[in-house]
């Protein structure tokens, strides 16, 4: 490709990044308006994302007034199966696009009465490359993986826990049969991101799930 083509791509990336980084800044503006906290969740395809959600809808919806923001590439079955434990769902499609941007984002926001809410959290498009670029105005990002998806999964995608403020690995009920060191993978992440909080899960025994709860809310 001629170099003036391949910095013309380059500017036109930089563009888009700036202008999702400047509406998120006016997501999260409207978002401490209200008062509301909010949180958004990446991670690997099958994570447990909506599962952990699940678990935390129904342990928190007596005290707060919650709202899950859910994308998707076509479906609603993820808003769905939240929507059942007595929280309020909204479904972003994103079509061809592999991550929801702050656009998106805004558009829920613009559409939606906000003075409903408490907690807002954001669930993501099952992926653990494309979201990175692409931050939406929340409180704190959460990004989840699992130990089935193999020991070096935080290590091969490194960005997602430079830029997250909590780490999830989920499914440690499956310790037995998957072959993982779950130590290892903590501190691969401390390792990116020394600052980040670890959470050790399992969305079927519930493990560690009261205590990420009070970790979300500490603040
Ligand atoms: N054993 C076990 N299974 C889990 C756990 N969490 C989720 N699952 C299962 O893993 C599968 C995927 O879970 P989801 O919650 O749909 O994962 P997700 O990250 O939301 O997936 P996408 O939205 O498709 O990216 C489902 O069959 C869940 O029941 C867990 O902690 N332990
Ligand atoms: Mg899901």
Request: hydrophobic share 40%.
């Amino acid at each position: 490709m001629p170099e003036e083509e391949l910095s013309k791509i380059i500017e036109l990336n930089e563009d888009l990044i700036e202008n999702n980084e400047n509406l998120a800044a006016q997501n999260k503006d409207i978002l401490l308006k209200y008062n509301i906290s909010s949180f958004d969740i990446v991670g690997a395809i099958g994570a447990g994302k909506t599962a952990l959600l699940e678990s935390i809808s129904k342990r928190i919806s007596k005290n707060k007034r919650v709202l899950v923001i859910n994308g998707d590439v076509t479906t609603r079955i993820d808003a769905d199966r939240i929507e059942k434990h007595g929280v309020k769902t909204i479904q972003v499609n994103t079509g061809r696009e592999c991550a929801l941007n702050s656009y998106h984002i805004s558009q829920v926001i613009k559409n939606s009465d906000l003075s409903k809410f408490d907690v807002i959290f954001i669930e993501n498009v099952g992926n653990l490359i494309c979201p990175s670029d692409f931050i939406l105005g929340t409180d704190k990002r959460i990004v989840v993986v699992s130990i089935t998806e193999g020991p070096w999964v935080i290590r091969k995608h490194p960005m997602l826990f430079k830029f997250s403020d909590i780490a999830v690995i989920n499914k440690v009920d499956l310790i037995d049969v998957i072959d993982v060191n779950v130590e290892e993978m903590i501190s691969d992440a401390l390792e990116i991101n020394p600052n980040m909080k670890i959470f050790t899960t399992s969305a079927v025994t519930e493990e560690n799930i009261p205590e990420l709860i009070t970790e979300l809310f500490s603040d």
